[in-house]
């Protein structure tokens, strides 16, 4: 079964230039092929986002500006990431349960995803979810 434990920050590799720096998210660097891209931005600081789990679908979040806290939950326990470096990466197994709070004012959470967006993937509901994880 897949714990919140299962779920690790990755240091994305940099490329160090005092003209600024590049951080490259290549083959290798996360355990699946990305197929979709997308990113939170103008997040209200009260704002919770999230709030479900995935049967499948694996993510690697990225705060490419500012910072946010994921509380991630595997059905017995949880544990909190701060993600406050675009260098560091949150890999979030399929089968965790989520939620995204305490955005920084102009903070920008990239997500990397194993797959296209498929609504038949999410779990939305926290005792679905609990039943999911003992089923
Ligand atoms: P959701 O994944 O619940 O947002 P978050 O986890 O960031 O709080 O998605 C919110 C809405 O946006 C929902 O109606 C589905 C839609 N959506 C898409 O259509 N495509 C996507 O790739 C994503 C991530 C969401």
Redesign the pocket.
């Known amino acids: 079964m897949t714990t919140a434990e299962d779920c690790e920050i990755i240091e994305i590799p940099k490329i160090k230039d005092p003209r600024g720096n590049i951080a490259v998210v290549e083959k290798d660097v996360i355990p699946f092929e990305t197929k979709?891209v997308?990113y939170?931005y103008d997040v209200p600081s009260d704002a919770s986002?999230?709030?479900?789990a995935h049967k499948n679908l694996q993510q690697f979040l990225i705060a490419l500006s500012g910072s946010f806290d994921v509380i991630l939950h595997d059905g017995e326990n949880q544990k909190k990431i701060t993600l406050n470096k675009p260098n560091k990466g949150l890999l979030i197994k399929s089968e965790i349960w989520r939620e995204?709070e305490n955005f920084s004012s102009g903070s920008v959470c990239l997500?990397l995803?194993s797959d296209v967006?498929k609504?038949e993937d999410?779990i939305?509901n926290f005792n679905d979810f609990k039943l999911f994880k003992t089923r």
Do not use: F, I, M, N
Not at 49 to 52: P, V
């Open positions: 979709r997308y939170l986002r999230g709030g479900h995204l997500v995803a967006y609504e999410y939305r």
